[in-house]
């Protein structure tokens, strides 16, 4: 396998990415060829991004685009996320959820005077707080 990263293969014990994953791992088959061979059997894989409530997978760029533009494609759901994860023999287990986080997130995010959180106050009642959500991803790798 031809890789960029300079890892060896199963060198990591753990991987924990927080409000990234979804920039560039939205793909079938990512997870099981950029990430999987670099971890370490017994494993464990942390993932928290925002996406897309499952009522609404497959809509994200109807419903999000006015808010996000081009990048509402990077917003799905749980059951869309499990899927992108797919499945492999090394996996013992994959749990993704929605987290109960959002809506204190939200509320400090929304508290700030940061340039996009007052660029997102007007949009949270009427596209963010109805579609959107956290996706938690707990993946725990097999002892071979």
Not at 44 to 60: N, T
Not at 65 to 79: I, N, Q, R, T, V
Not at 87 to 99: A, G, K, Q, T
């Amino acid at each position: 396998m031809q890789t960029i990263f300079p890892f060896e293969n199963k060198q990591f014990r753990a991987l924990v990415s927080i409000d990234s994953y979804h920039y560039f791992a939205g793909k079938k088959g990512f997870f099981e060829e950029k990430i999987l061979p670099f971890m370490e059997d017994n494993g464990e894989v942390l993932i928290g991004i925002p996406g897309l409530k499952d009522e609404y997978s497959g809509r994200a760029e109807e419903l999000l685009s006015g808010w996000l533009g081009e990048d509402a494609h990077m917003f799905k759901s749980p059951k869309l996320w499990r899927e992108l994860i797919g499945s492999n023999d090394r996996l013992e287990s994959v749990e993704i959820w929605e987290m109960d986080c959002f809506r204190e997130a939200w509320d400090d995010w929304l508290a700030t005077d940061k340039k996009f959180a007052l660029g997102d106050k007007k949009y949270f009642e009427t596209i963010i707080k109805p579609y959107t959500c956290f996706v938690g991803i707990y993946i725990r790798l097999k002892s071979c």
